[in-house]
């Protein structure tokens, strides 16, 4: 046996003793006669060149054991990072919060719990944007936990993922190589998924927040390289007969209709629908930077926290609102209802005569509480620009056993569908005022629900990782979408209806084909769990927010993000594009509406509309419109460009 061989061989055999590996070490043992102890065999060895990998393995596996050499290790790895260059800094720092949330599992699971709290005590302030998921790893304080809280196991099954630059990821590479980093290093390599793009930062997108999708990089990256449908849905091809059932009772599972892909044949909207959306494309008001829309703000008073979600049908003249008493309510904001004489049209109800301040959307219309209860005659109603007295058609609808969470109209209004926390979908009956269906299938809260443009089918987001996709026909749902690892929190219909976006707790985005059940697109880059999307009218661009008020644009085309746009201090409730999709507007729990730019970067025209730029704020931000003290749940364009907000009034007091 050479040299090098016995070299090799005491080697494993400290590794294995270490290890507690002792019956692979006995046969070992007895393999490589003359080799006595451990000791002796670290004492034998030649410290030579050839050496010298043994020697890095011998220090990295010493090192695990002491706790210092994680601080040491790691805050040698953030100096490094923010002493960078800009330029590879932005991409660089997205490395440091799967390393920290690794670096204290590894020192919890090696019974370090004392040092693993003051690691994440002294480098928490680093990772804000986690806080939420930092709070909970705090409690984490035995190795047993590790194995059976949610959130561990997501990290250690998953691999996080990071995107970079080919020049950021060499200076990466040579950086732990060159400081012996060996652990930091087998923590990249087993924990993380880095996605490397060619070229300079400023040839690669924008940089984002990684996260974790559960796919690996060569799975996202032939999702994101799919094509993707523009035309009009298809006709899909028909079912195939099913082969008679073979003697008496039940059919077998396998023989079942419910495992084949029910075929989604949308029929047409109907004569009536078709021609008020061609209607109201013919009546509808043009919108550039410089002739922004006019917005309507309803304020919720005296809801007792119970309003969780508004929602304005696409014409505008209906708006519901879903509560957590477990009530459906709907009002009819057909104009000479809602508005005072003389009443306008629908298509001039928010002509520049009735338009709110810009800087004041304090517009207030009714309670929660049945009625909306109306002023004396000779009193001028609040918010309004006449007096009389408002007869607003209103009406309760109840059937769920739990807090409504969302609720929408179907594209002709005789519909509407909500979702709950007693985890079903109910469909409610406009013209007649009645439930019509309970559709049943999550086992778990259902977050969010949309009708498809089409009207015929319809999607669910749920507490129980999937979403779901029904039709109006059939209680089951026809489609299981299966792929986040978290809760799914929002869910919307491409304009074609052969895709369906959705958003995750898992702060991914995922673009669904309706017909096959199969991943299309696959995003991450959000710092916090998402909490609405939306596409642009042309169906190209993908709008998505989160629950720290960032919201990304996604170029569907070419599976990449297009650019972030900052602003909101909050988590932002709602997305929505003007028919032209050269506006956006969002509303956010920081009280305000905004308004950006989608056609340009917003540069050219933001002297003429925005004046007041505070800092961070992205340029394509048109226009802020603040309340006084009302969060904003909704903001919904009209299908003649109007916009639509609402929200609940906060007492600040309490």
């Known amino acids: 046996m050479s040299k090098r061989d016995q070299q090799i061989d005491k080697l494993v055999l400290a590794y294995l003793k270490k290890r507690g590996y002792s019956h692979a070490e006995h046969w070992l043992r007895q393999e490589a006669k003359g080799i006595q102890t451990v000791e002796a065999a670290c004492e034998a060895i030649n410290f ?7 020697n890095s393995i011998m220090f990295f596996s010493n090192s695990e054991n002491n706790p210092a050499y994680y601080f040491e290790k790691y805050s040698q790895l953030c100096n490094w990072v923010y002493e960078s260059l800009d330029r590879y800094k932005n991409e660089l720092v997205h490395i440091l919060y799967p390393i920290f949330i690794h670096l204290f599992f590894r020192l919890v699971s090696k019974g ?3 040092e693993a709290q003051r690691f994440v005590a002294r480098y928490r302030s680093e990772h804000r944007v986690h806080s939420d998921e930092i709070e909970k790893i705090i409690a984490l304080s035995t190795p047993q936990l590790l194995q059976e809280s949610e959130l561990p196991l997501l990290f250690l099954k998953n691999k996080y993922m990071v995107r970079m630059c080919q020049y950021s990821f060499d200076l990466l590479v040579s950086y732990l190589h060159s400081t012996k980093s060996l652990m930091i290093l087998a923590i990249v390599n087993q924990h993380l998924d880095i996605q490397v793009t060619p070229g300079q930062p400023a040839d690669a997108a924008p940089p984002v927040h990684g996260g974790i999708v559960g796919d690996s990089t060569e799975a996202v990256e032939a999702a994101n390289r799919r094509p993707i449908q523009w035309p009009p849905t298809p006709e899909p091809e028909p079912e195939e007969p099913r ?3 073979r003697g008496r009772g039940r059919p077998r599972k396998d023989e079942s209709t419910t495992e084949r892909k029910y075929p989604l044949q949308a029929p047409k909207l109907g004569e009536v629908a078709e021609a008020e959306i061609a209607t109201d494309a013919k009546y509808r008001a043009p919108l550039t930077t410089e002739h922004l829309p006019s917005i309507c703000m309803f304020t919720y008073l005296n809801t007792h926290n119970l309003l969780n979600t508004v929602n304005f049908s696409a014409d505008g003249s209906l708006m519901c609102a879903g509560c957590g008493d477990s009530s459906v309510h709907v009002w009819d904001l057909t104009p000479n209802r809602v508005f005072y004489k003389p009443p306008p049209t629908i298509g001039d109800r928010l002509a520049p005569g009735l338009q709110p301040r810009p800087r004041d959307l304090s517009w207030a219309v009714q309670g929660l509480g049945g009625a909306p209860s109306a002023p004396e005659p000779d009193e001028p109603h609040p918010g309004s620009l006449d007096s009389g007295t408002p007869t607003v058609s209103h009406h309760v609808f109840v059937g769920h056993s739990g807090p409504v969470y969302k609720c929408c109209f179907s594209t002709n209004n005789q519909y509407i569908l909500s979702c709950s926390e007693d985890g079903t979908l109910r469909m409610w009956s406009h013209e007649i005022k009645a439930p019509l269906v309970a559709y049943k ?6 977050w969010d629900c949309a009708f498809s443009p089409l009207q015929y ?5 749920s507490h129980d990782r999937t979403a779901r996709i029904w039709v109006t026909d059939r209680v089951d749902p026809v489609r299981i979408l299966v792929g986040h690892l978290a809760d799914v929190n929002c869910v919307s219909f491409h304009p074609n209806s052969l895709y369906l976006g959705t958003g995750s707790e898992d702060r991914s985005v995922r673009l669904w084909d309706v017909h096959t059940g199969e991943t299309v697109r696959i995003y991450t880059g959000h710092s916090k769990p998402l909490t609405a999307i939306a596409f ?3 169906g190209r661009t993908c709008a998505s927010a989160d629950s720290s008020g960032e919201i990304l644009l996604w170029d569907l085309v070419a599976g990449k993000l297009r650019k972030p746009l900052h602003g909101h201090t909050r988590a932002v409730w709602s997305l929505d594009f003007a028919a032209e999709g050269n506006l956006l507007a969002s509303s956010s729990a920081d009280q305000s509406v905004r308004l950006w730019d989608m056609a ?3 540069t050219a025209h933001r002297a003429l509309v925005h004046d007041d730029t505070l800092p961070g704020e992205s340029t394509e931000l048109l226009r802020t419109y603040p309340t006084k003290s009302t969060p904003v749940l909704a903001a919904r364009f009209t299908r003649r460009n109007a916009l639509l ?6 007492n600040a007091l309490g």
Request: aromatic share 14%.
């Open 48 to 54: 030579d060149a050839e050496s010298s990998i043994v």
């Open 112 to 114: 370090f719990i004392q």
């Open 243 to 245: 082969p008679a059932h």
């Open 441 to 446: 299938g999550h086992t778990y809260p259902v």
């Open 457 to 461: 089918y319809f999607a669910s987001a």
């Open 536 to 538: 642009a009218p042309d």
């Open 600 to 602: 340009s970067d917003g």
């Open 645 to 650: 907000a609402a929200g609940p009034y906060r």
